[in-house]
């Protein structure tokens, strides 16, 4: 019998049920433009964007609302409307935050603003792709939202030889990247030679799970058709075990390379980007198209029909929910992102948001509910943490207050991927414990140094 | 602003994450443990008879009444329903010889659990193995009970022994030699008498083959790994190959149950892989020490217990390998 090696990560991980067969077989679907959009003035890492509209203005759908300032992007009209008054909103991680808010107005003199192909794309020097990039709004797809021209865009003083493209989705329930792969490799991976001519690299590397071996064979073809010469281009077909996607679990199992702890992927001379990311890049480019809607799966046990929608960024969830048969009466949580490193959301009078990639509907009790017991030393969250770091001994200080000590045990390093809290028999909020050790740690360490 | 139609009985609840986990729980765990030695320890009442059954229902009794005690005097949450306590208390029993007085089983379970694990904070914070820790105070308060309150088998099972309390093969081996010990176990059953449980011994530790058959289902639920148990006998082999009859100690006595059950209890076992051999080795060798020159027959309950003292040495000196950088890119 012939095994099949596939690449992975070294140590860790864990096998969560994948619960993705309620949507991997459904195609992203265009949702039409829903009566309102508000759009939070911060949807990425960095400076919030300045609004350059105000109170009764009409826009078209594809015109830039808010300018981006300092380490920020711009943010674009996601329909076509009037302005209403700026205020303050429900946001998804900010509780509250400043958001432009679009009624919907129906009117030919309003239509969406047309984005034609530039012809001389291909051949644009590295500071107008970069800026044209940075102008659509473009920001990290993945769920981390950090602005994408930022991201390539190299110290001056690192060398790297790779791209690794972000296929793996190894996030229970969603399916968004995996259906965006099959519809649309082209633009996944003309925006992957794009970006790896901005960084200058010609070693592209994809990383796909293996429960998603079509999206790797089309990924594959477009590839052999659309590589440029002189371009080492491949798909490789990675284990399916969380958190394969994560940059560092990737990195490793593409290149074999271990970035060093709180450093990024640069360091080992690689630069990560989502398949999601690489379209996104792709229109900005080549047609200077802004980042205006983005596909989210919307599924789990508490949703009647689950979906993978294209869905106008700053669409409320209570709307998205409704165009997929409401929730069901047993629904508890929902959760924007995916069920590992997602976040529980409070309410539905929630704009969609550029780093929205799922929303996940919960049924039952929640893991923490019903408290947590003691630690009793069984071992599981040392044999999955996929670095080696030790959240029993983190957490059993930190109950005990002692969070100086919390240091030898890498809570530090730890970058929340919830493989611990999985299998944890005790139900113990190990990433919390993780989290609460980590920003003492961190705060010790400026009061030192300003010191 | 436009309000949305939130309208919902309740609300929304929020969690920190991850948002899925696997079902298994501590409780879970300790209830399959019990479930998984429910065989031997019915084995063992339909060998020994209902004097056995006393034994057992009032070891569980007293370590469960002093963990209901002892969270309460502590004003904590009851931790009853976790399943643990009746483990100890059947873990104990199992330990126990099945014509031992009640009341002291239930004086057995509830010091068991009441000075091995109550005392020290309750579940997770206990150095030493509760179940053991009441053994070793029955051992220390009722030496002649717990050494000569071994029965033979009921007389419609096995072969026909003289008296009606006789030494287990271990002691027969200990007192009297190579010979003794093989005429115990020689007749019709021999060493499939040794492994089916037709022969003098503890409640629990009569049948090998039932205390397997509950290890096999944890094993096979990932509630154990054969870590632990692998080094017991490894290091028990080792030793006892001295004495010409290590086939002998390794399917007599309570060293399967003391192996798979007593020395892979979480709290009292390290957390690494690595540290678990160095753990089992020690057990074994231990045992075998104690059985060879020590002062009793049986070895593997005081092998456990100093093992015990060992582990968070074993914990601080075998840690996972960090991941870390492999230098600069290729």
């Known amino acids: 019998m012939h095994v099949e090696h596939l690449k992975t990560f070294g140590r860790g991980g864990i096998h969560p049920d994948p619960h993705k067969r309620a949507t991997a077989g459904l195609p992203i679907e265009d949702v039409p433009p829903p009566m309102e959009v508000r759009l939070p003035l911060q949807q990425h890492l960095g400076d919030p964007a300045v609004p350059i509209v105000k109170k009764g203005d009409l826009v078209r759908r594809g015109q830039k609302i808010a300018e981006g300032e300092g380490t920020g992007v711009p943010l674009h009209a996601s329909i076509s409307g009037k302005v209403k008054p700026i205020d303050r909103h429900p946001h998804p991680t900010l509780v509250m935050a400043p958001a432009i808010v679009i009624a919907r107005v129906d009117d030919p003199d309003l239509a969406p603003l047309e984005f034609p192909v530039d012809p001389g794309w291909r051949e644009l020097p590295r500071e107008e792709m970069l800026e044209r990039i940075r102008e659509a709004g473009v920001v990290g797809l993945g769920g981390a939202a950090f602005p994408t021209y930022r991201k390539l865009q190299l110290p001056p003083d690192v060398r790297v030889d790779t791209l690794v493209v972000n296929g793996a989705e190894c996030e229970p329930y969603l399916t968004s990247d995996y259906r965006l792969m099959l519809a649309e490799p082209d633009a996944i991976v003309e925006g992957a030679v794009l970006m790896a001519r901005i960084i200058g690299v010609k070693r592209v590397l994809f990383g796909v799970e293996s429960d998603k071996r079509d999206a790797a064979r089309v990924l594959a073809g477009v590839i052999r058709r659309l590589a440029p010469d002189g371009y080492e281009m491949r798909v490789d077909v990675v284990e399916t075990r969380y958190p394969q996607g994560a940059e560092r679990q990737l990195v490793a199992a593409l290149t074999g390379r271990t970035i060093p702890p709180r450093a990024l992927p640069y360091a080992v001379g690689v630069v990560v980007q989502n398949v999601a990311t690489a379209s996104a890049v792709y229109d900005a480019v080549c047609r200077r198209r802004p980042l205006l809607d983005r596909v989210v799966t919307v599924t789990g046990p508490g949703i009647a029909e689950p979906r993978n929608l294209r869905v106008p960024l700053g669409m409320l969830l209570s709307e998205l929910v409704a165009r997929c048969g409401g929730i069901t ?12 490193m997602g976040r529980a959301l409070p309410r539905l009078d929630l704009p969609v948001t550029k780093g929205m990639n799922g929303l996940v509907l919960l049924t039952g009790r929640g893991p923490f509910e019903d408290g947590y017991g003691p630690c ?3 071992g599981r969250c040392l044999e999955v943490c996929p670095l080696g770091l030790e959240p029993d001994q983190v957490s059993v200080r930190v109950e005990a207050g002692k969070l100086a000590e919390t240091a030898p045990y890498g809570a530090e390093e730890c970058y929340e991927c919830g493989s611990c809290t999985f299998v944890c028999p005790s139900q113990r909020p190990l990433v919390q414990f993780m989290q609460v050790a980590k920003s003492a740690l961190r705060r010790a360490r400026d009061t030192r140094s300003v010191a | 602003m436009s309000e949305i139609p939130a309208a919902r009985p309740r609300p929304f609840v ?9 079902s298994e729980t501590t409780s879970s765990i300790m209830w399959w443990v019990n479930a998984s030695l429910a065989p031997a320890a019915l084995w063992g009442v339909v060998v020994f008879g209902p004097r056995a059954f006393a034994v057992i229902i009032a070891s569980m009794a007293g370590a469960v009444a002093a963990e209901w005690v002892g969270t309460a005097a502590m004003r904590r949450r009851s931790t009853v329903a976790d399943g643990s306590a009746a483990c100890t208390g059947l873990l104990l029993a199992l330990t126990l010889p099945p014509l031992l007085p009640a009341w002291a089983a239930f004086l057995g379970g509830a ?3 009441l000075f091995g694990k109550v005392i020290f904070g309750g579940l997770g914070y206990n150095l030493f193995n509760p179940a053991l820790i009441g053994r070793a105070f029955l051992m220390a308060s009722f ?20 008296a009606v309390t006789t030494p287990t093969p271990l002691a027969a081996l200990k007192e009297y030699g190579l010979e003794a010990a093989a005429r115990l176990i020689s007749g019709p059953g021999g060493v499939t008498g040794l492994a089916l449980g037709f022969r003098p011994g503890s409640i629990g530790e009569v049948s090998v083959l039932l205390v397997a058959l509950g290890a096999g289902v944890m094993l096979a639920r990932g509630i154990i790994h054969l870590t632990i148990p692998l080094s017991v006998f490894a290091g028990t082999a080792l030793i006892t190959s001295f004495s010409g009859a290590p086939l002998l100690h390794l399917l007599g006595g309570g060293l399967w149950l003391g192996a798979f059950y007593m020395a892979t209890d979480y709290v009292t076992s390290p957390a690494m892989r690595s540290g678990q051999v160095v753990f089992g080795l020690l057990i074994g060798v231990l045992t075998g020490v104690i059985r060879l020159w020590g002062g009793y027959p049986e070895g593997i309950c005081y092998a456990i217990l100093i093992a015990n003292a060992v582990v968070p040495a074993l914990n601080l000196w075998f840690r996972p390998r960090r991941v870390v950088a492999m230098g600069s890119p290729s």
């Not at chain 1, 009466?329 to 590992?340: N, S």
């Not at chain 2, 929020?14 to 696997?22: A, Q, S, W």
């Open chain 1, 329 to 340: 009466d047993d629904a508890t949580r929902i959760i924007a992102g995916g069920p590992m």
């Open chain 1, 376 to 378: 009793i030393q069984c």
């Open chain 2, 14 to 22: 929020v969690t920190p994450g991850p948002h899925l986990r696997v």
């Open chain 2, 111 to 113: 010091f068991a659990t």
């Open chain 2, 143 to 162: 030496p002649v009970a717990m050494t000569s309150g071994w029965s033979n088998p009921r007389p419609w099972f096995g072969p026909h022994l003289d």
